[in-house]
């Protein structure tokens, strides 16, 4: 009798978890959901045409309005060229930041070298460049314990953000 009592709380806790996981599944879709993704041409004229130049010739993987401070920000991926790109923009047109990446050896020596402490060696590693309130900041993405992460650092090395995913 035991068992079998055991037995029916075991399937009736198996069947919760997994119902409470697809819950957490529509959480997380509802979630991406919001974030806002739109075509180029629902965003406002004047950021429109400040992504039109920024991507001159590229192509627009997606676009996110998002609320940043108060302000509607669009938030740009695009290829142009060979290279990913990343701009945020303000409804008025204003770029607010730019990212772009970069082989890795073009790094700052001093920004390498932080990295390749932080991950254990240089094997991997992705590179970009972001530009953001006029100063110049290095992203760089690896893996450490077989977990991704991505260290924003400034030019002279110093980790100023670290993303865990």
Known sequence: MRNRVLECTLVAALIAGISGCGALSRVEAEKDASAQQMPLSAVPEPARIAIEKLIAGGEIKKIEKEEVDGRVVYDVEATVGEKNVEYDVAGDGTVLTTE?????ASLPAAVRAAAEKYFGSAAGLKASREVENAKTFYEVEGTKKGNAVTLKLTDAGR???EEKE
Do not use: A, K
Not at 100 to 104: G, T
């Open 159 to 161: 980790i100023v953000e």
């Open 100 to 104: 772009e990446s970069v082989p890795y």
